[in-house]
């Protein structure tokens, strides 16, 4: 009962968000504010809407109305009420109603806060996210229904899932669920598709204001783009945090010792977050310069269209196989939203291509612009590699009729040097100001920096020297490190000589009054610890497998690790666990215990491999137990990985995520620093005060 | 002058490589064929049947079968690209995690340099209008002066005052 209240709410969310949709055209369009106001209040009630059939959907799952279908499927009494809430986005039905949900969210914030600032872009703002959110909920509604029930027709072999009763069908009440995907139930897939929702979503916004500012014609002038600036922000940390986090999930749970796989699924994700990246810089030149008008547009056009693609392709399995697509009417219909958003938005922005003219021109090619333009380029060709190497299966088997598959080596081949290129610039590009740049000025500033990072790639690279090729890795990231540590120190001596304040006050008083200038370098320290980690884990990552009997001991390295017996027991959530004892040894020396174990869940009949981790700051020594036998002695099968560097990844990770908070930070200087900026020639000011 | 640099960094690198590739030698397996050996050819490969997992990482017993035949081809004296092109006369192309660089599929490892390289004289393209276009104006942009500390200290003082 409660779940067709759930239902009706549903399907109303649905009529209003196309009422608010239309209504906000027609509004805009013949300049009739009441149909505006009115696509707004509707607009406004869509996210308690959706707010009252999500809290249904949980009451289901904390209840175990295993009656829906959707329930059924991904829950189970044996799981714990925290997993079955969680369980909200543990399934396609729930994954979009919760998409749709937090899209709806955001409209309203933004109609709340940016109603009076920005009333002449506000219908086509509303058009444009309402658009979005009325798909995502016709989705729900119409083709991936989370409050479809389980009918049974006699004789059918197949349980039926259809929100109304199908002819001759009688309900059918199951008493236990399936159960969440054993694979799934792990910190980081709890975390991951809410960040990752919150991210896609949050770049709807400004992709809204875009589209709104071309409507209006006023996409010359940049409001949309200070008026965005947090959202933009928003989103990126978010796609941020959802990246780290199923790079941690990956690591933890699908036992291959690694967090990146370049699957389908990755990458999907990982387009959009690069051309987030592109246009977050992008922007900063429009707000500058006033320069990359068309391409700051074109960017979130291909954002926003890449984010529905990530959607699709996780929601839709269509990358595994073209025949996954017409499975369902998901696929199609996702593919036609992108199709005529994407088609429409570049149309709209051929058409006013000429109000996009730059307000400025550039005076040098050494110039922080042409080093912008350059990453900007660089960006957009990685992700352009990944979509080519994420697609080139379906294409291949569309146009030859045979499948391939393009797998992590094609990817490092190709986007390996592109990276390389674009932490190099990194590196480089503070040390280049606005409008033109001396190149013997940049030289002298870098030169200690250079020094520098050659001596410790000597010493790194002695160390290393069974990995000839990580030296070029190892010195990208040392330079790269210490430039922006001479960026930092540069400003601290200036403080230093002028106000007489100590290193530390200096160094704090720098990023109080530059919050985003140097939450931007932490930002890019936090992506050298990153790379620090990618490059351990290509080129120093060691692994041996072997099959050892009960005191036997398998050597990897500076690293043994001894078989002490095998053990099988009963655990939490419905699983069976067999697990190995082994003792870790590094140079004879005992470390710890490590107990690699294999959990079965009985209910979905998986196995998930769960791996014995001895984890410290430079290296973590990953084990896994592949298999074991007991007759006619017991023996078992390890796998061992050691994974240099690995942990640089999260660190940075959480860096990365630092520099970010710092960087949106409201400041009480941020308004006054206005007054900073000399009316003759700001630029001169901004080139070492900030950006 | 920013190609000396790039020389001199590419100079320094590739000494430090040289250095250290002839101290590096590889230790040689005591039995032959080891799992290390059936699993370094396994990760060129994919799992046939499972979607877009690795054969040395796949848990299935179909793909323990993989691993065991591979090892038993290797007993028999076979290398590795004998097994390699085993498996796709078997399986088809896609049990190869990296793509062929032959026929219709090399396409995937051209476009993304042709792009690259479009993207490269778009952007040198666009440089170059860009400058000309200050050209045809007159740049009433004054001069960008060198900050000397001095100069820097006194506009500190000011702004201090301004706060």
């Known amino acids: 009962m409660l779940a067709n209240i759930g239902l009706v709410i549903l399907f109303i969310a649905f009529l209003l968000s196309l009422f608010a949709t239309l209504s906000s055209v027609y509004g805009g369009v013949k300049n009739k504010n009441a149909w505006v106001e009115s696509a707004r209040n509707a607009s406004l009630l869509v996210f308690p809407l959706l707010s009252f059939s999500i809290i249904v959907l949980l009451y289901s799952l904390y209840v175990m109305d295993f009656s829906l279908a959707y329930v059924y499927d991904v829950s189970s009494t044996a799981m714990s009420p925290f997993l079955r809430l969680t369980a909200l986005w543990g399934g396609q039905q729930g994954s979009v109603l919760f998409w749709a949900w937090i899209m709806s969210a955001f409209v309203m914030i933004v109609l709340l806060r940016k109603w009076e600032e920005n009333r002449a872009l506000m219908p086509y703002v509303i058009t444009t996210s309402m658009l979005t959110t009325t798909f995502f909920i016709a989705v729900v509604v119409f083709i991936t229904n989370p409050f479809s029930k389980l009918w049974y027709i006699p004789g059918a072999e197949d349980l039926i899932k259809t929100v109304f009763q199908p002819v001759g069908a009688v309900q059918y009440f199951p008493v236990d669920g399936r159960g969440l995907n054993p694979l799934l139930r792990h910190f980081g897939m709890i975390g991951h598709p809410p960040t990752t929702y919150i991210g896609f979503t949050g770049f709807v916004i400004p992709f809204s204001f875009a589209i709104a500012a071309l409507v209006t014609g006023k996409s010359g002038e940049d409001g949309w783009i200070r008026t965005t600036r947090r959202w933009t922000l928003l989103a990126w940390i978010f796609l941020s945090i959802g990246l780290v986090l199923g790079g941690r999930w990956a690591y933890d749970v699908l036992g291959w010792g690694g967090f990146w796989g370049w699957d389908p699924v990755e990458n999907a994700m990982f387009m959009p977050w690069l051309t987030g990246t592109a246009f977050l810089h992008s922007v900063m030149m429009t707000e500058k310069r006033g320069m990359l008008k068309k391409w700051n547009m074109i960017l979130i056009i291909l954002t926003y269209a890449l984010t529905i693609f990530g959607t699709f392709i996780t929601r839709t399995g269509i990358i595994s196989s073209v025949h996954a697509f017409s499975k369902s009417a998901l696929g199609p219909a996702f593919f036609a939203f992108i199709g005529i958003t994407f088609v429409s938005s570049l149309t709209l922005l051929f058409t006013r291509w000429d109000t996009l003219k730059s307000e400025h021109q550039l005076e040098s090619f050494t110039s922080r612009e042409a080093v912008f333009v350059l990453q900007n380029m660089l960006f957009l060709a990685i992700a352009f590699a990944v979509f080519w190497g994420t697609v080139f299966p379906l294409i291949s088997e569309l146009i030859t009729g045979s499948k391939i598959t393009v797998g992590p080596p094609y990817f490092k081949k190709v986007t390996g040097p592109l990276f390389f290129a674009l932490i190099l610039l990194m590196g480089v590009a503070p040390f280049s100001s606005w409008r033109k740049q001396s190149l013997a000025k940049v030289k002298k500033v870098l030169l200690t920096p250079f020094l520098i990072s050659l001596g410790a790639t000597a010493v790194w690279g002695y160390v290393h020297r069974t990995h000839p090729f990580s030296i070029f890795g190892l010195w990208l990231v040392s330079f790269v490190f210490f430039a922006i540590i001479t960026e930092f120190w540069r400003g601290i001596r200036v403080r230093m000589a002028s106000r007489g304040e100590n290193p530390l006050i200096a160094l704090f008083k720098l990023f109080r009054r530059n919050q985003r200038r140097y939450g931007g370098y932490i930002i890019h320290l936090g992506v050298i610890m990153i790379a620090l980690g990618v490059i351990g884990d290509t080129y120093f990552k060691q692994e041996t497998q072997g099959t050892l009997k009960v005191g036997e001991a398998l050597k990897i390295g500076a690293y043994s690790l001894r078989f002490d017996g095998l053990q099988g027991f009963p655990g939490s959530d419905g699983r069976d666990i067999v697990e190995a004892k082994t003792m870790l040894y590094k140079n004879d020396q005992f470390i710890r215990e490590l107990t690699p174990r294999r959990d079965f869940f009985v209910v979905q009949q998986q196995p998930v491999t769960v791996a014995g981790v001895y984890s410290s700051l430079n290296v973590d020594v990953y084990t896994m137990l592949v298999g074991w036998e007991t007759q006619p002695t017991q023996s078992v099968t390890l796998k061992i990985y050691v994974n240099s560097l690995i942990n640089w990844v999260w660190t940075g990770g959480m860096v990365l995520i630092l520099g970010i908070l710092i960087a949106v930070c409201p400041s009480k200087k941020s308004k006054r620093r206005v007054t900073y900026v000399m009316k003759s020639n700001p630029l001169y000011f901004e080139s070492f005060l900030g950006d | ?163």
């Open chain 2, 1 to 163: 002058m920013l190609r000396k640099f790039f020389f001199t960094v590419f100079v320094v690198l590739l000494s430090l490589f040289t250095a250290v590739t002839v101290v590096y030698a590889q230790q040689s397996n005591p039995v032959f064929p080891t799992d290390d050996d059936v699993n370094a050819i396994a990760k060129k490969l994919y799992c046939p049947v499972c979607p877009n997992t690795p054969l040395d990482v796949c848990e299935t017993q179909a793909c323990k079968d993989w691993r065991a035949q591979i090892k038993d081809q290797l007993t028999s004296g076979w290398n590795e690209q004998q097994i390699l092109d085993y498996f796709v006369t078997q399986y088809g192309e896609k049990v190869l995690a990296e793509p062929q660089r032959s026929g219709f599929t090399s396409l995937v490892w051209m476009l993304p340099v042709i792009v690259l390289i479009i993207g490269l004289g778009f952007v040198s393209l666009l440089l170059k209008s860009w400058r000309n276009r200050r050209n045809h104006q007159v740049s009433d942009a004054p001069p960008i002066p060198s900050i000397t500390p001095d100069v820097l200290a006194k506009l500190e003082k000011e702004l201090q005052e301004i706060d």
